[in-house]
């Protein structure tokens, strides 16, 4: 099939095209390459690569694909609140335009990237598709009305899905330290300290990127009325934890980390446990690759092999935050 990525210089679109390419699809790229220069290993390039804003894509450029994969975006709730203007151009606007293009280029599938995010604070933990959405942030804002929107395009020539993806953890070729599991292992080895910036009773559903990337890959390969405009969450069941629950597994790996909290829990309010309840009843054969241990082993030796350090941990490569505050600019005058 011919795919178009967006978003495939991030964290999990670098994983989504090596897995699209290695079943043998033909696979477009389109990215504006905010994160250029971040690379922490060499990756597999689509065949054809737009450095595009995806405000700017065409018609023309989606003619001849079977399915749209759309990741660009502004990817975190941080990130999202320094620009929320911003973030809702891109995230939702970006989004929906993006859609209604495809339908009218007549590419049948669009597999949209949403987020656990949208749960918010929750009044209950274990919370389904079913249950109330709580948007803290623009960036959750972003993803719950570009679901709203698009699912309006659904029709017979037209199948639009939404994997609400758990936080991804895990090792990429684009790592980002900006991520609670990859943070609080990349400060036990700068440091020999695990700082938790909350209390650490937080619940946070985890998956791995690529296990988020294998996700894509089954939507992609499902009949459509399975998945045909529905919001699936995408984790496990067995992957909620909570954020000390996360550093007892990193001093498991580094027994001689101490653990310290610095409270600072009123800057993210968000504590959501997750079920997945629907993505193994509608795609049975879909198993996370990953846990959150198994995960953690393979990204503590990729650092160990890197030499990963406090200078990284400081630096600008691997936190999406500081490298956008530099690139704002770019975004702003294409948008
Ligand atoms: N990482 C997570 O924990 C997580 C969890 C749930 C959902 N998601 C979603 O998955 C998607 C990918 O996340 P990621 O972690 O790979 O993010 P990332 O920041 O690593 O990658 C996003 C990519 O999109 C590109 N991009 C941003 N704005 C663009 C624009 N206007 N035009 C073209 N390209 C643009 C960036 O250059 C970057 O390469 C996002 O939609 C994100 O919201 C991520």
């Known amino acids: 099939m011919k795919v ?11 994983h989504l095209v090596e897995l699209l390419k290695a079943d043998g699809h033909t696979v477009t790229g389109c990215d504006l390459g905010l994160f250029e220069g971040c690379e922490w290993e060499p990756f597999v390039r689509p065949d054809t690569e737009l450095r595009k804003d995806v405000l700017e894509v065409t018609a023309e450029d989606l ?13 975190n709730d941080p990130m999202g609140d320094l620009d ?3 973030t809702l151009g891109v995230n939702r606007d970006g989004s929906i335009r993006l859609a209604k293009l495809a339908k009218e280029a007549g590419v049948s599938r669009y597999l949209f990237s949403g987020s656990c995010s949208v749960y918010g604070k929750g009044d209950k933990l ?11 942030t623009a960036y959750a804002r972003s993803k719950i009305e570009t679901e709203a929107e698009v699912s309006k395009l659904a029709d017979e020539s037209f199948c639009p899905a939404y994997l609400r993806n758990a936080t991804a953890y895990g090792f990429s070729p684009m790592l980002r330290i900006d991520l609670v599991v990859n943070n609080l292992l990349g400060s036990a080895l700068s440091y020999g300290e695990i700082r938790i910036h909350s209390d650490g009773s937080p619940w946070r559903p985890l998956v791995h990127c690529r296990d988020i990337a294998r996700a894509f890959v089954a ?7 399975v998945i045909f405009n529905k919001a699936i969450n995408v984790g496990g069941n067995d992957e ?18 101490s653990i310290s909290y610095t409270g600072e829990v009123g800057a993210d309010p968000r504590d959501y446990r997750v079920k997945f309840d629907l993505l193994n009843r509608l795609l049975p054969d879909f198993k996370l690759q990953y846990s959150v241990s198994s995960g953690m082993e393979e990204l503590h030796s990729k650092y160990v092999e890197h030499g990963f350090g406090a200078a990284d941990f400081e630096g600008d490569q ?5 490298k956008l505050n530099q690139r704002m600019d770019l975004l702003r005058s294409s948008s």
């Open 4 to 14: 178009f990525v967006t978003g495939h210089l991030g964290y999990i679109g670098v």
């Open 219 to 225: 939507f992609l390969n499902a009949p459509r009325e």
């Open 240 to 257: 909620n934890y909570q954020v000390r629950d996360v550093a007892d597994v990193v001093q498991r790996l580094l027994p001689d980390a």
């Open 318 to 322: 691997f936190v999406r935050l500081r």
């Open 126 to 136: 274990d919370l389904d598709e079913s249950d109330p959405l709580n948007p803290l």
């Open 84 to 86: 929320p203007e911003l």
């Open 63 to 75: 003619a001849g694909h079977d399915c749209v994969m759309h990741l660009a975006a502004i990817s």
